[in-house]
């Protein structure tokens, strides 16, 4: 079965039977129980049941229903509530709020799913004559609002396009390195593909499951080893999209001199100018090994100056991560204990030893570093890699700590949805600045969280890691948990998420690394972005699309 | 003295007290006697008079050319005879017969010479009150028109901005690696600036002596050693750009999801949008060697994949430069004798013996590659490097053929000029493509303009190198000679470029990897970009500069 085909749950995170087996973890609840102040009665919530939701009929007729239908097949159309509920959000914390209290306010008019690029063009055709707002829906797992359909000036009605019928992978060029394919194809389904022929592409979002290539592109995303492969808009050599005045392709070559670079336009646009189609991507040869290793640094700035020193000297790894000395003990406090409890106590005789040499989770940094590639090669870069960790204040705790972290990679979204049921809020933001401003703002944004949760009479634990990073600098993320406000968690997410972002701001950081703006970030994406900027955004707007039916209400559009 | 106080020849390149050494080379007049049935009568032609050129006098009047004094200082304002040629056309094949000839048909009314990003704010304000074209002018070497003042439609009168007096380095952040400029800074001067720092920013087109920070970001340029550090986007960290309606500044941070990559959107704009003020750029410490080599390979093809399998495998050099046959065959030709017959005898004897394996400058390729950077590490890749090239079937010719080539790598548009007079056409064009379709695109595009030049009776040497390449494809580089047309010499050019460009289209290749879109590729470009790719554009203009004031005539606006 393919991803996108696997029932996934409307009111948070996922694959509806899988979950985060949290029951293995017994440290969990009595941690952030006590961390936290709160009372956790119960492991698991009930699920929400669709029966019991109330959402808008669809404002559209029968017969644009029927219009549509003769675009893409009638069996390529919804109106039932399930399809609408499905569309009608993102996974974002505020959506899942939403979701579990029932609160679907911009349900779509009607779902589409086109089969074929001529399609999206007599969508949108249809949809600029009709007055419809269009929101694109790829695996629909934004956490910025970026899919939920809202309504646009002087329309009367919105459809949610979902892509996951084209994701087909149009031509391979080994020689060149590069794969086109559609843009509503899924990750696994692309790097299965890949894998097939020998390829992979190294885009790997915590999303990459339930999320596919344009959604990739339209967000400017970065996946775990963008270290190593870069984001999406580095991996991009070409791209179709479908404004609503017609086609751009981009040319399918290495690098131009052509005026502004249409590819970098398109990346980041979210939907609001078009519905990307297709793209050709950089691809490399599947890895012969995937070495992921765990480290503990003495302190998070030692790990911090470790990468820079990797990215500056030449030599690191695709994937990085380094948790800061909260994120690094709440990781072994909450660790699945070992079955064996003869290891058990092994593992607690190791941890004193280590801390009596000055190594410790509670002050210092658990790191994870992943090398992929050819063996020899990612051989010798690991080795460069530990030396500069090692002179940095590093000692290695090996490749299992490494391989459970890989293991686990793609779970904690589900994790998420179950603390809600125990009372807890938990979130993540990040960031990007130079490695000059790292620590400043590092710390402005965990005191902005603290605060913010503080406000709503909330104990915290914010944690923060270093990854995707660069020669100039790199990302910072934040993870952040506290009491949520029984009956006012939106307005004290919106408010802790107003903090952040001023702290980030003010202390030269960008409002995303790679979440994106949807509206969640639009104010002060504004502001990032300038009033120039956004006349520039405007400007490019109204050429592609006049009548605004993009997505509308995104990039502050 | 700064590069940018040197007085250059504005009827042609560069230096005035600087010439090729075209009499250290005995053989170059008789080669292309020869091959391309031409009678050089002389060396040398005089240079062209400045008191013999009539050109427009200013049109505008002297109130309006105070007010812009009044902004810049009345120093900074010249509307005298010489400085309006100097700021009348670029360097391309077009603009020397031109100069020569004594047409000069677009000068600027006058010139200006801001000393400050508020100077040039209150510069534009006044060009959009007075309804003047505004050309941003850096070092004026474009080849594709780019600085040539254009009336704009309503307009009055234009004025170039010499952006010459703004070149302060601003900020050098050595943690982050970065260094913060004024657009108006030169090759030279911006590198010594880094290097009295221990930095370097390595990027070094043709036009290096003669070029600057701005020109080459609106340009979207490369240099040498774009293979190893970028072409200039990729070394753009963040930039203000001055626009009619306000000014633009993008975010100092490594990466970012905030939407559209204005940083982007301002490279390639060739001024049409605004003037580039300032940039912070990606350095690097300087290198402890700069390690130049000559190759010879059997074959162009062998070359050519040697340098596909060093980017896929993961080293490269940072210069690739790989002669084909025509081209090394030319070089050797018309090289400087050693002035030691026993020398000259021994390479006489190598070459036989060379030719008896197989390696011939006749057949094969001859090859440049330079590595630059920390000692150790450089000496491991250039290894590696060479490896990879006997596999594909090199011998290397040492380190003299490629410091012959590294020191000799400004002159060869001084040549260029001469050759005018020798009654030769010669001048260079480019492209780009992935690897499966470099050797159709190469064979395409010589064909067409050893077509276009016997389309004007002319025999031709149309020589080309693959250089600036990527893991998904490369550049290639022609460089052609032929007979002069005389009386036809810019409609024989214009043939000539517009075959090319056909071809290049025509072949999947983009009308310019790195000489920039200007007027002279303009019809090319427009295709390429699309309709919908020329609307998106369109709207951007109308955004920015509604008043249609900035570099009127450019990218097809």
Known sequence: MKSSEIETRWWGWGDVDKTYPVEERPNYIPFLQEKLGIK??????????????????????????????????????????????????????????????????????????????????????????????????????SVVGGVEPMDGEGLVGNISVDLRRMDRVLRVDAE????????????????????????????????????????????????????????????LESVRMVTPRGVIETRNVPASATGPDLNRVICGSEGTLGIITEATMKVRPLPEVYDYRGLLFKTFEGGVQAVRQMLQGGSWPETIRISDAEESSFAMVVRKPSSNPTKEKGLQTALKALDALGYSFDRGAFAILGVEGEKSEAEGRMRRIQAICRKNGAIPLGKSAGMEWYEGRYNHPYLRDIMMGWGV??????????????????????DAIRKALADYDSKS???????HSYV???????????????????????????????????????????????????PWFEREYGAQGMEALKGLKSALDPAGIMNPGKLGL
């Not at 086109?180 to 499951?209: N, Q, T, V």
Request: charged share 25%.
């Open 176 to 235: 060149s390195r590069t794969a086109r394919c559609e843009a509503g194809i899924w990750g696994p389904e692309l790097e299965e593909e890949l894998a097939r022929r020998g390829l992979y592409m190294g885009h790997a979002p915590e999303s990459f499951l339930f999320s596919g290539l344009g959604g990739w592109i339209a967000s400017r995303g970065a996946g775990r080893q963008s270290t190593g492969y870069g984001k999406i808009e580095e991996m």
């Open 472 to 522: 100039t600098g790199s990302s910072l993320y934040f993870i952040f948990l506290g009491r949520l406000a029984e009956g006012r968690e939106i307005e004290q997410w919106v408010h802790l998420k107003e903090m952040a972002g001023e702290a980030i701001l003010a202390n030269g950081g960008t409002i995303t690394h790679h979440h994106g703006v949807g509206y969640e970030h639009a």
């Open 40 to 141: 956790v009665d119960r492991v698991r919530e009930p699920d929400p049941k669709l029966e019991d939701l109330q959402i808008r009929e669809p404002r559209i007729p029968k017969t644009l229903v029927n219009k549509l239908a003769k675009v893409v097949g009638k069996d390529n159309v919804a109106t039932d509530k399930k399809t609408r509920v499905y569309h009608a959000l993102g996974k974002s914390h505020r959506d899942v709020v939403r979701a579990r209290r029932g609160e679907i306010p911009n349900p779509p008019d009607a779902v589409v799913f086109p089969g074929s690029e001529e399609e999206v063009v007599k969508l949108l055709a249809i949809a600029e004559k009709e007055s419809l707002a269009v929101t694109p829906f790829c695996g629909g797992s």
């Open 425 to 446: 809020l938990t979130d993540t933001l990040e960031t990007s600045t130079t490695w000059d401003n790292i620590m400043p703002l590092y710390h402005a944004v965990k």
């Open 461 to 467: 634990i914010v944690t923060c890691h270093l990854s």
